[in-house]
């Protein structure tokens, strides 16, 4: 059994930065692809980066593009969601997600754990 637990979410203005981040248990983590998704109340969770199990290949949706970067640290267990230039049509519940693949992907019905989500609120 794998757990996701992230932090570091919250309110912040346009512009502004926060870093994200998701504590994994378990002894998967170094074979796993992981990935961050995002989701609005009334709307379907939505794909914002990936990387797979070695953090050499990465992936993200078109508008966090030059924004966002997602990274790994193996010693830790954990992963990132560096977010920079915050706009409010970032404001979500962000998800951390894990899967048994070594590849990255974007649909939410690749990842086998997910963690509670963060709340992140970016006001104008």
């Known amino acids: 059994q794998v757990q996701l637990v992230e932090s570091g979410g919250g309110l912040v203005q346009a512009g502004d930065s926060l870093r994200l981040s998701c504590a994994t248990s378990?002894?998967?983590?170094?074979?796993?692809?992981m990935g961050w998704f995002h989701q609005v109340p009334g709307k379907e969770r939505q794909f914002v980066a990936s990387?797979?199990?070695?953090?050499?290949?990465?992936y993200y949706t078109d508008s966090v593009k030059g924004r966002f970067t997602i990274s790994r640290d193996g010693a830790k267990n954990t992963v990132y969601l560096q977010m920079n230039s915050l706009k409010p049509e970032d404001t979500a519940v962000y998800y951390c997600?894990?899967?048994?693949?070594?590849?990255?992907?974007?649909?939410?019905?690749?990842?086998?754990?997910w963690g509670q989500g963060t709340q992140v609120t970016v006001s104008s």
């Open positions: 990387i797979n199990w070695s953090g050499g290949v990465t």
């Open positions: 997600a894990a899967r048994h693949q070594l590849g990255i992907a974007s649909n939410s019905y690749e990842y086998d754990y």
């Open positions: 378990g002894r998967t983590f170094s074979s796993s692809a």
